[in-house]
């Protein structure tokens, strides 16, 4: 089989993996259930997906994939547009609440509760950074654009950060901003979080809009790295 037969195999098989994933959840994915809803014997599948685990991790690259890649087009398309970093980040944080929804199944995967058994090898740590990345570098022009505020007070104690951040960031900015990563990385947690509740309906029973509520999420979250979010904007 060529490269490209190759590769069509194994798309399938991922679509019907995504498939099974959104039915019956991640327990439901192994290549015997591949196989059988690809009317195809397991030896065709396992010559691309060897086991469970393996299927796990193609759809997990893929979702962490695509939903940093929709928060890039959308980055892109802000700044094409002149946006301040403000709405950068409210474009982007949007963008990824539309493809959460759009793909509940893939979000529950890489957000949700960790599947029993499975450990996600170090491949999918790069697509997992697009995220953070895509957020660090709407922080990075911020700053470099004088977007921000200073904090009222600075984290206490030495740094909190793992070399990774600091390298993601580009380096840790001078006094009063030497605390950004870490407020970041804060921002970042506030974003997952706000998205948990609203993919698995936490919110729906307390507020009347739940995009409209999101975007003031954001924004709320986003005072706490000096930035400001704009608002008055319709929702999606």
């Given at each position: 089989m060529d490269a490209s037969g190759i590769g069509s195999a194994d798309e399938n098989f991922k679509s019907t993996a995504r498939q099974l994933l959104a039915k019956e959840g991640a327990?439901?994915?192994?290549?015997?259930a591949v196989a059988r809803d690809s009317g195809v014997p397991v030896a065709?599948?396992?010559?691309?997906f060897p086991d469970r685990d393996a299927l796990l991790t193609a759809l997990v690259i893929?979702?962490?994939n695509e939903s940093g890649a929709a928060m890039e087009r959308a980055d892109q398309a802000a700044r094409d547009a002149g946006a301040p970093a403000g709405a950068r980040l409210l474009a982007v944080t949007r963008a990824l609440r539309r493809w959460s929804f759009d793909n509940t199944a893939e979000f529950t995967l890489i957000y949700g509760s960790p599947v029993p058994g499975y450990?996600?090898?170090?491949d999918t740590v790069p697509p997992a950074s697009r995220t953070p990345a895509v957020l660090a570098g709407i922080v990075r022009s911020a700053l470099e654009a004088g977007e921000l505020t200073p904090p009222r007070?600075?984290?206490?104690g030495p740094p909190l950060l793992l070399p990774e951040a600091v390298e993601?960031?580009?380096?840790?900015p001078e006094a009063p901003f030497s605390d950004i990563i870490e407020?970041?990385?804060?921002?970042?947690?506030n974003l997952i979080g706000l998205l948990v509740f609203q993919v698995f309906s936490r919110t729906h029973d307390s507020v009347r809009d739940e995009s409209a509520f999101f975007d003031y999420a954001i924004a709320v979250a986003a005072e706490s790295?000096?930035?400001e979010v704009p608002s008055g904007e319709t929702t999606d």
């Open positions: 327990s439901g994915v192994s290549p015997d065709d599948v396992e010559a691309h893929d979702a962490y450990h996600a090898p170090q007070r600075a984290v206490p993601l960031f580009g380096g840790v407020r970041g990385i804060v921002l970042w947690s790295i000096g930035l």
